[in-house]
């Protein structure tokens, strides 16, 4: 393949793997015994992680962005794009740190430790933007004081009585279902996709 050739297939996959990550997005559902029901998992993660581990890690943000783009063409925003940019850089936090380990070297055990840094890192600023960022915009979206949300969490977990309780024990067990659930996923399909992203190249 010549070099255009290249680029322009690396253009379509990018865009083909953010479309299925949008549609991933869909097809969300609630853990009630983790997070109040407004919390939703999907695994949209895995077709991005496995284009940034395939395609590198700028891939990756890119089929990031494309994730996000879609969702907002399809259902629009109920946060004044605040959970969206939220949800971008959440997704990135957790996909980046992985393929950077992962492109050094490129072995299943260097991927387990990218995946298990990235689920690291997405919990710790998925904490952190929910607290500051996420809580405060919604409960200013929905007309809401920030205790009926505080409130929400507790009917799931009674030791969660703030800020501070809902993200560590709500929140953060949900960040790291979400990179667990997607890590494993990512290395059962991995092998059986990457060699069509890199074919021909």
């Not at 990550?21 to 015994?33: E, K, R, T």
């Not at 205790?147 to 960040?175: C, K, Q, R, W």
Request: hydrophobic share 55%.
């Amino acid at each position: 393949m010549n070099n255009t050739s290249v680029k322009t297939r690396r253009l379509v996959e990018i865009a083909m793997l953010g479309a299925v990550a949008s549609v991933l997005m869909y097809l969300d559902f609630p853990l009630p015994f983790i997070a109040p029901p407004f919390y939703k998992m999907d695994l949209s993660e895995v077709p991005v992680m496995i284009g940034a581990f395939a395609l590198g890690p700028s891939a990756g943000a890119l089929i990031e962005l494309i994730k996000v783009l879609v969702k907002l063409l399809m259902k629009g925003t109920s946060t004044a794009f605040v959970g969206d940019i939220a949800n971008y850089i959440i997704g990135c936090s957790f996909v980046i740190p992985a393929a950077l380990i992962y492109k050094r070297h490129k072995t299943k055990k260097t991927a387990l430790i990218g995946m298990m840094s990235g689920t690291v890192f997405m919990t710790v600023i998925g904490c952190f933007i929910n607290a500051y960022v996420l809580l405060p915009t919604y409960a200013t979206a929905f007309h809401m004081p920030i205790d009926a949300i505080i409130e929400m969490g507790a009917s799931v977990n009674a030791n969660i009585h703030d800020i501070f309780t809902f993200v560590l024990i709500a929140v953060a067990p949900f960040n790291v279902l979400k990179g667990v659930l997607a890590s494993l996923i990512t290395l059962i399909l991995y092998k059986h996709v990457s060699p069509i992203l890199k074919g021909n190249r």
